[in-house]
């Protein structure tokens, strides 16, 4: 399935990733608690982001790559 841009229509996309520590010790000792994937417009760069459990983090590449 094609990922098709909300906000401008353009169907070209880069797909990264990023870790978030929550607060208090998780921040403190530095553990990432969440895991997220983005979807950016090549055109715009607007950037949607999806948040998943650690070990489905493949289920939403294999979405917008698939």
């Keep these: 399935m094609r990922h098709i841009c ?3 229509g353009h169907e070209n996309y880069d797909i990264g990733e990023f870790h978030a520590a929550g607060s208090g010790l998780a921040k403190m000792f ?3 608690s969440s895991k997220f994937t983005t979807v950016s417009c ?6 949607e ?3 998943c ?5 493949s289920d939403v590449l294999d979405y ?3």
Excluded at 42 to 47: F, S
Excluded at 53 to 57: A, D, F, H, L, S
Aim: glycine letters at 4%; charged letters at 30%; a positive charge.
């Design 64 to 66: 917008f790559v698939g």
């Design 42 to 47: 090549r055109r715009c760069h607007y950037t």
């Design 53 to 57: 459990p650690k070990n489905r983090i």
């Design 49 to 51: 982001v999806y948040r």
């Design 30 to 32: 530095d553990i990432q």
């Design 6 to 8: 909300a906000k401008c």
